[in-house]
């Protein structure tokens, strides 16, 4: 019985390790500058898009294309917003009545009309490995 009840706990414990183990790389594209950094924000549901990130972090724009792994991840659906800071002063700029003037992108390079885009445009099922191509605007 004791035999048993290990060998239940060790395939447990391999299928959920197998279940977390894919992967998202973000590939961003659309760098015109190679300057400041870039800001990446995960959301996880319509009430918190745009509001409360479930993830973010900072990546320095080195390439006019950056592969950046975003590990550690679930299985699950997300939409990711993401903007380069080129004079790195810790946020979007935006010129009159809120139009951006750094490039900025969406998840499924979704676009909004005066405004950002929707949770629904912005998110994708993330269950296997995957390549996010994302283009800057």
Do not use: W
Not at 76 to 90: F, I, K, M, R, V
Request: charged content about 15%.
């Amino acid at each position: 019985m004791r035999t048993s009840i290990l060998i239940f706990a060790f395939a447990l414990a391999f299928s959920a390790q197998s279940l977390s183990a894919q992967h998202l790389t973000l590939e961003v594209h659309g760098i015109e500058k190679v300057a400041g950094k870039l800001y990446v924000a995960i959301y996880d549901s319509p009430s918190t898009f745009m509001k409360k990130p479930l993830a973010g972090f900072v990546v320095e724009v080195k390439d006019t294309v950056l592969s950046i792994p975003c590990k550690g991840l679930p299985a699950g659906t997300y939409a990711l917003s993401l903007y380069q800071d080129e004079n790195e002063n810790g946020h979007l700029d935006t010129a009159a009545f809120g139009i951006p003037v750094e490039k900025y992108g969406f998840s499924n390079d979704a676009t909004g009309i005066m405004g950002p885009p929707s949770y629904e445009k912005c998110s994708f099922t993330f269950s296997a490995d995957t390549i996010l191509v994302v283009h800057l605007h």
